[in-house]
């Protein structure tokens, strides 16, 4: 299996005019925007139009033990890629950088807690480790009580309580927003932990991290359908996740070199969040908890509605051909189109989500509607 697919790093994604983007009028000034001081609310101004954002919740820099490029360089590379916001997520250390100069890329600062180990409770299995991950999306630095610099959370030997732990670090301590990371990982999280997380107020699962599903053994496509089916246990157990798609990236211009010496390189651009919100912070964030986003790996959405009686997608007439699916719990199929545009209306099934299928590999995870 190839470590990286082309279809998603570098080139255009598809050779078609881009999809619907957010509008020019919804672009502000270009001037840089930092995660420390969020431009204040101007109340005279009119309303932003709400328009579809392309963000990227999770990426190394060289303030990670791991990375070792800039975080001004990162930022640029997402601010190239055509991204709208980025979070810089370096282990176990809250990053605040700049936007580059002249961009209007946002930036907002973040953490991934981290605690690798070899011992915590239930085990693991033969082969594998105890490494719990859970990013902190739009932290407030000026409450970072390391000031920046790296920090050691608390270790927990439960996995429930290392995942508690780090979610109230998230979102109590930080005051952001709580991703669990690649639960697949090292099988560090199953359905009924995830699930009992969600009791306890987290919303947002990495169901696709192309750092780790590039690089899984089985193939990619074997791990994205066990990403899915530990979703659909998720969400059959009555945890209301939605579902998150990054790239994890950790490497940037040393990657060419990376692979010359055998390395594996996790690069930027693969897979990433599609918002429906303004172009501020508040926005964003408030359509991340409502569920109005999708993850994907290349298809464009350009209308939604996620609701159970009616759940209608369409995405830009011009692309390539996509297959539309909804789907139930354990991940049955419950009707497919070929086509642009489709329609589903929920029956029995406690909820219903939508996946897109583009020819190229490239995917697209809508999120649930609820009965
Ligand atoms: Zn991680
Ligand atoms: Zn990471």
């Known amino acids: 299996m190839v470590a990286c697919s082309p279809v998603h790093h570098g080139a255009p994604r598809t050779s078609t005019p881009p999809p619907q983007r957010a509008q020019p009028a919804t672009r502000l000034s270009s001037a840089p925007v930092t995660?420390?001081?969020?431009?204040?609310?101007?109340?005279?101004?009119?309303?932003?139009?709400?328009?579809w954002l392309k963000g990227q919740t999770h990426v190394h820099t060289s303030r990670s033990y791991d990375a070792s490029t800039p975080p001004e360089?990162?930022?640029?590379?997402?601010?190239?890629?055509?991204?709208?916001?980025?979070?810089?997520?370096?282990?176990?250390?809250?990053?605040?950088?700049?936007?580059?100069?002249?961009?209007?890329?946002?930036?907002?600062?973040?953490?991934?807690?981290?605690?690798?180990?070899?011992?915590?409770?239930?085990?693991?299995?033969k082969g594998f480790r105890c490494l719990f991950h859970t990013s902190a999306v739009f932290a407030d630095a000026a409450r970072d009580p390391a000031g920046g610099e790296r920090f050691t959370p608390s270790y927990q030997v439960g996995r429930f309580d290392a995942y508690r732990t780090q979610f109230e670090y998230a979102t109590r301590?930080?005051?952001?927003?709580?991703?669990?990371?690649?639960?697949?990982?090292?099988?560090?999280?199953?359905?009924?932990?995830?699930?009992?997380?969600?009791?306890?107020?987290?919303?947002?699962?990495?169901?696709?991290?192309?750092?780790?599903?590039?690089?899984?053994?089985?193939?990619?496509?074997?791990a994205?359908?066990?990403?899915?089916?530990?979703?659909?246990?998720?969400?059959?157990?009555?945890?209301?996740?939605f579902a998150v798609?990054?790239?994890?990236?950790?490497?940037?211009?040393?990657?060419?070199?990376?692979?010359?010496?055998?390395?594996?390189?996790?690069?930027?651009?693969?897979?990433?969040?599609?918002v429906r919100a303004r172009r501020d912070a508040d926005s964003i964030r408030a359509a991340l908890n409502a569920g109005d986003f999708y993850a994907t790996t290349g298809p464009k959405v350009t209308d939604l509605k996620r609701a159970f009686d009616e759940y209608r997608v369409a995405i830009d007439a011009n692309s390539q051909p996509v297959r539309i699916q909804f789907v139930g719990p354990g991940g049955k199929v419950l009707s497919e189109t070929n086509g642009v545009t489709a329609t589903h209306s929920g029956g029995d099934e406690p909820y219903i989500r939508?996946?897109?299928?583009?020819?190229?590999?490239?995917?697209?995870?809508?999120?649930p509607a609820w009965r």
């Open 173 to 222: 301590t930080l005051g952001g927003l709580a991703i669990l990371n690649h639960p697949q990982f090292h099988f560090a999280a199953n359905a009924r932990l995830i699930a009992r997380l969600a009791q306890r107020g987290l919303r947002h699962v990495e169901l696709f991290n192309a750092a780790l599903s590039s690089q899984n053994p089985n193939g990619k496509a074997n």
């Open 35 to 51: 995660a420390r001081a969020p431009a204040p609310v101007d109340t005279q101004a009119p309303a932003r139009p709400i328009g």
């Open 354 to 367: 939508a996946r897109i299928l583009a020819q190229d590999g490239g995917r697209a995870w809508l999120q």
């Open 73 to 125: 360089d990162v930022v640029r590379f997402y601010a190239e890629h055509d991204y709208d916001f980025v979070v810089i997520t370096d282990h176990n250390r809250v990053t605040a950088v700049s936007a580059p100069a002249g961009s209007d890329l946002l930036v907002f600062a973040g953490a991934e807690l981290t605690q690798n180990s070899s011992v915590c409770k239930p085990g693991p299995a």
């Open 245 to 274: 798609a990054a790239d994890d990236a950790h490497h940037f211009a040393d990657a060419v070199d990376r692979r010359r010496n055998g390395k594996s390189a996790y690069v930027g651009d693969r897979a990433w969040i599609e």
């Open 224 to 241: 994205e359908r066990s990403a899915e089916r530990l979703w659909d246990a998720v969400l059959s157990a009555g945890g209301r996740v």
